[in-house]
Nanobody, 122 residues
Framework: QVQLVESGGGLVQPGGSLRLSCAAS????????MGWYRQAPGKPRESVAA???????SYADSVKGRFTISRDNAKNTVYLQMNSLKPEDTAVYYC????????????????WGKGTLVTVSS
C-alpha cells in the first residue's frame, strides 16, 4: 500500500511564504516524476510544478519565479517552497507521484495525496 501525505498548508498573508512537504511511503520500488497540483473552489485541478527523478523541473507560468519544487530521493519526499504568495494562490494543493511499487513491478502508477489547504488572505 502506497501513501502520499502532504503537510505545511495554512493561512498566510499576501506576500508571505509557505513550504509544503509530501512524503511517499509504503512498498515503493522507485519513483519517477513527482509534482504538485492545486484546485481552487469552482475551478479544475491544475498542475503547479513537477520534478523528474533526475531533478529537472517545470512550472506553471502563474508561479514561475515565485515557487520552487525540490525533492529528497532518500526520503521519498517532494517539497514546494512558495514565496510572494497571492490571494489567487488560494487552493487545495495535492501531491502526485508516478512510481513503481511491488503491486506491479512492470507498471508505473500515479498516486495522489489527500491535499493540504493553502489560504492567502489578509
Amino acid at each position: 500500500q502506497v501513501q502520499l501525505v502532504e503537510s505545511g498548508g495554512g493561512l498566510v498573508q499576501p506576500g508571505g511564504s509557505l513550504r509544503l512537504s509530501c512524503a511517499a511511503s509504503g512498498n515503493i520500488l522507485s519513483i519517477n516524476a513527482m509534482g504538485w497540483y492545486r484546485q481552487a473552489p469552482g475551478k479544475p485541478r491544475e498542475s503547479v510544478a513537477a520534478i523528474t527523478s533526475s531533478g529537472t523541473t517545470s512550472y506553471a507560468d502563474s508561479v514561475k519565479g515565485r515557487f520552487t519544487i525540490s525533492r529528497d530521493n532518500a526520503k521519498n519526499t517532494v517539497y514546494l517552497q512558495m514565496n510572494s504568495l497571492k490571494p489567487e494562490d488560494t487552493a487545495v494543493y495535492y501531491c502526485n507521484a508516478n512510481l513503481y511499487s511491488d503491486y506491479d513491478v512492470t507498471l508505473a502508477m500515479d498516486y495522489w495525496g489527500k491535499g493540504t489547504l493553502v489560504t492567502v488572505s489578509s
